[in-house]
Each structure stands twice: as structure tokens, then as C-alpha cells.
């Protein structure tokens, strides 16, 4: 509905689990971007994607993992993941990374809960 | 490294009352743009600041970006109980790509 569409919505996975977040945006987009929401903290910028590089990563533990394979579709692997990783993962895309007179558009996100 | 304040961090009003967010960088920002996020929903654009002392409105919002460029206001005239959810700032330093954002403002408006 938004043009970035995030599967699952909802995903619960034990701790020794490894899962994917999918995100796929049709807007022409080139930039793409993760964004952790926990409650009670800011959004946290953890990946950026521009024309398929990975241009920023935030100091994430490599229990994340990031793909893009093309501009329309990003991956957050996930694997071996801690209860404190439990939060919103928002997927967000730009028309480009300076993103100049454009807002962000975003996914409709992954509620994470890890048991 | 960049930061960006917002306050108030919870405000509640009565349906029809005015209601304000500010938000401050610590830093000059080449622009900066507005957020909202309803309660279970994912943050969505509003609008984006660019110039020095500008002032934008979308129906009973009024956003402006100071003249220094370090700070910004969300006002919402006469709220409805459409407006709740929570409003976010993300600014974006001068000759810099990244947009930091605010922890947001959540607002509830009691009927």
C-alpha cells in the first residue's frame, strides 16, 4: 500500500533460529534503508543501501546481515539473535541517498520478537 | 556526532486544544523533515524544510525551520482525534547524506 512492502509482519524466532526480512520496493528508488524501532528509543538507522552498496553500516553486531541483490529488493538476515533484538524493523527507501526535496517512504515493517 | 532533540516526549490535550513539537539540533542542518506514525502503523512523510526561517502548512499543521537552521516546530491547531500517534523530526547536517531523527513526540487527544 505504501510502494515498500515488508514480509513477514510478524515474526517470532527462538534465539538459535536464523530467519530473512524481506523488503521489495516499486517506486523507482534507488536508496533503501534499515531502520530498528525499539520502544522508548529513536529510530536506529542500522544499513543504507545506495544503487546496491551498502554505503553505512551503523556498528551493527553481525548477527545482522544485510543483502541487496537489486535497487528494488533488500534482505536482513538474521541469525543467533538476543531477546534486546526484539523491536520494529522498518525497511525505507529514497530516491536517492542525498534525498534532496524527498521523504523517505517506508515499509509497513517486522515486528521481531525473539524468545 | 549529530544529534536531534525533540520535546515535549508525551503531550496530552483535549480534542479541539492546540498542541506544539519542537525539535533542536545540535548542529546547522541543510534541511529537515517531518514524520507522523499512528499508533500500530509505520512512520510517514509529512513534509520536508529546506530554507532559513520557512514556514509550510497542510490544513491545521504549521511547520517552520528556524533561521539559524537548528530548529523546527510542529504546530497542530484545534486537534482532532485523528491527529494521535506519534510525530517525528529527522534532520540532515549540512554537507552530510545521513537523516537523524528524533525520539519523537506522542501525542494522545482525549474526546
Known amino acids: 500500500e505504501t510502494g515498500v512492502t515488508q514480509t513477514p509482519r510478524h515474526l517470532v524466532m527462538g534465539m538459535t533460529n536464523k530467519k530473512s526480512l524481506k523488503c521489495e520496493q516499486h517506486?523507482?528508488?534507488?536508496?533503501m534503508y534499515w531502520y530498528k524501532q525499539s520502544a522508548k528509543k529513536p529510530l536506529e538507522l542500522m544499513f543504507v543501501?545506495?544503487?546496491?552498496?551498502?554505503?553505512e553500516n551503523n556498528s551493527v553486531p553481525s548477527r545482522f546481515s544485510p543483502e541487496c541483490p537489486n535497487s528494488s529488493h533488500l534482505f536482513l538476515h538474521l541469525h543467533t539473535l538476543q531477546p534486546e533484538d526484539s523491536a520494529l524493523y522498518l525497511c525505507?527507501?529514497?530516491?536517492?541517498?542525498?534525498?534532496?526535496?524527498?521523504?523517505?517512504?517506508f515499509g509497513s515493517g517486522t515486528r521481531l520478537t525473539v524468545v | 556526532g549529530q544529534q536531534v532533540m525533540q520535546i515535549p516526549q508525551y503531550q496530552h490535550v483535549q480534542e479541539g486544544e492546540d498542541f506544539t513539537t519542537y525539535c533542536n539540533s545540535s548542529t546547522t542542518l541543510s534541511n529537515i523533515q517531518w514524520y507522523k506514525q499512528r499508533p500500530g502503523g509505520h512512520p510517514v512523510f509529512l513534509i520536508q524544510?529546506?530554507?532559513?526561517?520557512e514556514v509550510k502548512k497542510q490544513k491545521r499543521l504549521t511547520f517552520q525551520f528556524g533561521e539559524a537552521k537548528k530548529n523546527s516546530s510542529l504546530h497542530i491547531t484545534a486537534t482532532q482525534t485523528t491527529d494521535v500517534g506519534t510525530y517525528f523530526c529527522a534532520g540532515r547536517r549540512e554537507y552530510g547524506n545521513k537523516l537523524v531523527f528524533g525520539a519523537g513526540t506522542i501525542l494522545r487527544v482525549k474526546s
Open positions: 524544510l529546506v530554507k532559513s526561517g
Open positions: 517506486l523507482g528508488h534507488n536508496a
Open positions: 543501501y545506495s544503487l546496491e552498496e551498502r554505503v
Open positions: 525505507a527507501s529514497s530516491q536517492d541517498r542525498s534525498n534532496y526535496g524527498y521523504g523517505y517512504t
